[in-house]
């Protein structure tokens, strides 16, 4: 027997809009494939697993390590 999931990691507004903590402009982009994804999974009846990684402020290590403005702040 299979054991099926769909992990979607890291969907949050500090990656997605330009007023987030470590904003990606390139992220937006995968969006609607992220999208059919989850709808694909869902139809099918495949587990649907979302984790996120919380940040607090820009002295957080994600934003210290891909932002170029963090340590400014």
Known sequence: ??????????????YLTPEGLIYCSGCRSI???????????RTNEILV?????????KRDIFCLLY??????E
Do not use: E, G
């Open 1 to 14: 027997m299979h054991k099926i999931a769909l992990i979607v990691i890291d969907m949050l507004n500090d």
């Open 31 to 41: 969006i609607d494939n992220i999208r059919n994804c989850i709808q694909f999974a």
């Open 49 to 57: 697993i979302y984790a996120n990684t919380a940040l607090h402020d």
């Open 67 to 72: 932002t170029s403005d963090a340590a400014d």
